[in-house]
C-alpha cells in the first residue's frame, strides 16, 4: 500500500514568492495534518484538516494557509517567504481526528528559500 | 517556549552499549509519542503511552510514561549500527488534541559498529 506521498520533494524558491506543497494521504484516511521542521528542531505544528475544514492551526502567520480536497489529498500554501521558512515540511495522515492517533508522514518538501 | 525538553541533544556510543533518552516537560500530556526520523524521511511511529507509569517494550527499546505523565523515557538495551537515528518524542494534550502534537528537539543517536 502506498504511504503518504508529498510533492515536490525538494524546491528552492527567492524571497517574496509564493509556494504549493502537495500531500496524499494513506487511502482510507482522512485527516491531513502540516508540520514545519526546521533543520536542528522537532516539527512544529501547522494545520490539522478533517473532512475538508481546518480543525487546528499552530502558531504560523497568516501567510501559511491550506486546504483538504474531496479526494482528502491537501495542499499547503505560504505567500511572501521568508529565509526563515526554509525548512522540511512534513505531511502526516491519520484516520480521524481526535483521541490517540498514529499519525503516518510523509518524506517531506524540502524548501529552500534564498 | 520548548514544552518538551529532550536529553540529550546528541549521543554517539559504540555497537552493543545501552543508552537511555529522556523527554521531560512541565505540562501534563494525554497520550505521548516516540519516533524515529532517519535522514531524507518523514518521522516513524515507534510507540504511544497513555496511562501514567505506563512501560511498553518493543524488542530491545523500552518505554516509560512517568507517574504523573509529564516525562518519559526510552532506553535501548544492545544498541544497534540499525538504531542510528533521531529520535523523537512528541505529546498530545486533550483528548481532541488528536493530531496535534507537540515535538521535542530530538536526540540524535549515533551507533558506532
Known amino acids: 500500500d502506498a504511504g503518504v506521498t508529498q510533492s515536490p520533494t525538494h524546491l528552492i524558491k527567492t524571497r517574496g514568492q509564493h509556494v504549493t506543497l502537495r500531500c496524499s494521504p494513506i487511502s482510507g484516511h482522512k485527516s491531513v495534518s502540516w508540520y514545519q521542521q526546521v533543520l536542528g528542531q522537532g516539527p512544529q505544528f501547522i494545520f490539522q484538516?478533517?473532512?475538508?475544514?481546518?480543525?487546528g492551526r499552530g502558531n504560523f502567520p497568516d501567510r501559511f494557509s491550506a486546504r483538504q480536497f474531496p479526494n482528502y489529498s491537501s495542499e499547503l500554501n505560504v505567500n511572501a517567504l521568508l529565509l526563515g521558512d526554509s525548512a522540511l515540511y512534513l505531511c502526516?495522515?491519520?484516520?480521524?481526528?481526535?483521541?490517540?492517533?498514529?499519525?503516518?508522514f510523509g518524506n517531506g518538501t524540502r524548501l529552500t528559500v534564498t | 517556549t520548548q514544552l518538551l525538553e529532550q536529553s540529550p541533544q546528541f549521543l554517539s556510543i559504540q555497537e552493543g552499549e545501552n543508552l537511555t533518552v529522556y523527554c521531560n516537560s512541565s505540562?501534563?500530556?494525554?497520550?505521548l509519542q516516540w519516533y524515529r526520523q532517519e535522514p531524507g524521511e518523514g518521522p516513524v511511529l515507534l510507540v504511544t503511552?497513555?496511562?501514567?507509569?505506563e512501560v511498553k517494550k518493543l524488542k530491545r527499546l523500552t518505554f516509560q510514561f512517568g507517574d504523573a505523565r509529564k516525562d518519559s523515557s526510552l532506553h535501548i538495551t544492545a544498541a544497534q549500527p540499525g538504531d542510528t537515528g533521531l529520535y523523537l518524542c512528541a505529546g498530545a494534550r486533550g483528548e481532541t488534541s488528536g493530531s496535534r502534537l507537540t515535538f521535542g528537539e530530538g536526540t540524535q543517536l549515533t551507533v558506532n559498529p
Open positions: 502526516a495522515s491519520s484516520l480521524g481526528q481526535g483521541g490517540i492517533m498514529s499519525l503516518h
Open positions: 503511552v497513555v496511562t501514567g507509569g
Open positions: 484538516y478533517y473532512e475538508k475544514e481546518e480543525r
Open positions: 505540562s501534563v500530556f494525554s497520550s
